[in-house]
Antibody, heavy 123, light 108 residues
Framework: QLQLQESGPGLVKPSETLSLTCSVS??????????WGWIRQPPGKGLEWIGS???????YYNPSLESRVTISVEASKNHFSLNLNSVTAADTAVYYC???????????????WGRGTLVTVSS | EIVLTQSPGTLSLSPGERATLSCRAS???????LAWYQQRPGQAPRLLIS???SRATGIPDRFSGSGSGTDFTLTISRLEPEDFAVYYC?????????FGPGTKVDIK
């Protein structure tokens, strides 16, 4: 059964870079059928897609965050990572990683999801 | 960007009742590329429905989805205690992928 696990610092200072890793177990990140995504959820609020990456390194980003986001993949370690720079308090959220279906002509739904990790931006 | 609006914001019902949740898109969702997720308190979202009407693996048949174009519906035929949660719709027909603000189903 595929499982995803987010890891990284729970506290980041304003203006610094938020860095998280999603470790994938029970399946290969190099599958041709899937992208791998990051989604976040501020406390008490809704969900926001951040971006998605293919094992080859091809990426899609949300334009609202694109100038500050980098998503990378290390297939040999079966994990992918999120870097978000110049963070502010507005970036405080639970960050989830998830597998995303990749059909021949579209990217699909997210399933399954990791349990999420809370990142607080504060000095 | 496609903006999704969900209504009502909160739905107060009793176990055994039927729940009808709406998701409306600001423009047509290509090929009904719409998913529904359930999020219980303190948990990650769980996929319920993809392609507007296809139940995900292991999802009970009391959950059903319908709709096309700009109007979509999630129906829970008979609410079980574990169904009281927040439900989100998400479109994947065009970039950026977007989620609705959610409908909370709580116990009356």
């Amino acid at each position: 059964q595929l499982q995803l696990q987010e890891s990284g610092p729970g506290l980041v200072k304003p203006s610094e870079t938020l860095s998280l890793t999603c470790s994938v177990s029970g399946g290969s990140i190099s599958s041709s059928t899937y992208y791998w995504g990051w989604i976040r959820q501020p406390p008490g609020k809704g969900l926001e897609w951040i971006g998605s990456i293919y094992y080859s390194g091809s990426t899609y980003y949300n334009p609202s965050l694109e100038s500050r986001v980098t998503i990378s993949v290390e297939a040999s370690k079966n994990h992918f990572s999120l870097n978000l720079n110049s963070v502010t308090a507005a970036d405080t959220a639970v960050y989830y990683c998830a597998r995303q279906l990749a059909s021949g002509w579209y990217l699909g739904w997210f399933d399954p999801w990791g349990r999420g990790t809370l990142v607080t931006v504060s000095s | 960007e496609i903006v999704l609006t969900q209504s009502p914001g909160t739905l107060s019902l009793s176990p055994g009742e039927r729940a009808t949740l709406s998701c409306r898109a600001s423009q047509s969702v290509r090929s009904s590329y719409l998913a529904w997720y359930q999020q219980r308190p303190g948990q990650a979202p769980r996929l319920l429905i993809s392609g507007a009407s296809s139940r995900a693996t292991g999802i009970p048949d009391r959950f059903s989805g319908s709709g096309s174009g700009t109007d979509f519906t999630l129906t829970i035929s008979r609410l079980e205690p574990e169904d009281f949660a927040v439900y989100y719709c998400q479109q994947y027909g065009s970039l950026p992928f977007t989620f609705g603000p959610g409908t909370k189903v709580d116990i009356k």
